[in-house]
């Protein structure tokens, strides 16, 4: 398993995160399985509440988490994938940086759990 910490976007105000936490595993029958956990004030962030699970546009713009993949020797090419506490959940693929956006679709759809004082969204692609 690999744990990735917390890096936090330089322009983010909120005292609200206290961490976060990335796990990554390979499953031995394919794919990838992801565990986010946010530890914070949940009281002071925006966090859709659950819906059916979809496919869904601009989730980068709202609170959610991301993961970022491109195959090793291709410096441009890469996969984008978002995943939200309301179920919603976005796949792109992109030729270089931020172009030639094409939606993906997966074949299976986040499962979300909420703590009362964590966020924990657990993914399996």
């Known amino acids: 398993m690999m744990s990735v910490p917390l890096v ?3 322009e983010a105000t909120s005292n609200a995160v ?3 936490r990335v796990s990554l595993q390979a499953p031995a029958a394919g794919g990838l399985a992801l565990c986010y956990e946010l530890d914070a004030d949940l009281q002071q962030l925006n966090i859709p509440p659950p819906a059916a699970a979809r496919f869904a546009d601009a989730l980068w713009r709202h609170t959610c988490f991301e993961l970022f993949v491109a195959a090793t020797g291709d ?3 890469y996969r984008e994938f978002h995943f939200s506490p309301s179920l919603a959940w976005a796949a792109y693929q992109f030729t270089d940086y931020r ?3 094409t939606p993906l679709r997966l074949a299976t ?4 759990r909420v703590a009362p004082e964590s966020l924990t969204v657990n993914v399996l692609l």
């Not at 759809?109 to 979300?112: E, F, K, S």
């Open 75 to 77: 410096e441009t090419a």
């Open 8 to 10: 936090c976007h330089p």
């Open 18 to 20: 206290r961490g976060l």
């Open 99 to 101: 172009s030639g956006m």
């Open 109 to 112: 759809v986040p499962l979300v």
